[in-house]
C-alpha cells in the first residue's frame, strides 16, 4: 500500500521530472530546495531508488553471465 501523501507524490514526479535535481524541482514548485530534500526521505525515495538501481545491476549481471 502507498503511504505517501499526494504532495510527496507531486514533489517525487516534478523531481523525477526534473533530471533528479532538488534546486530544479523547488524553484518549479515554488519552495525550498529543504522541502523537496524533506519529501523525497519522508517518502522514503531514496530506499525505492536504491532497490530498484540493485537489483537493475543483478540483473544486468546475469544477462552478461548467459553469454560468457
Known amino acids: 500500500m502507498d503511504k505517501k ?3 510527496q507524490r ?4 516534478s523531481y523525477i521530472k526534473s533530471e533528479e535535481n532538488q534546486y530544479k524541482t523547488a524553484d518549479k514548485l515554488k519552495i525550498s530546495q529543504s522541502s523537496v530534500n524533506k519529501a523525497l526521505i ?3 525515495f531514496y530506499s525505492y531508488q536504491n ?3 540493485t537489483v537493475s545491476n543483478f540483473l544486468s549481471g546475469i544477462k552478461g ?3 560468457v
Open 51 to 53: 532497490g530498484i538501481e
Open 42 to 44: 519522508g517518502s522514503g
Open 10 to 13: 507531486e514533489i517525487i514526479s
Open 5 to 7: 501523501t499526494k504532495r
Open 65 to 67: 553471465e548467459q553469454y
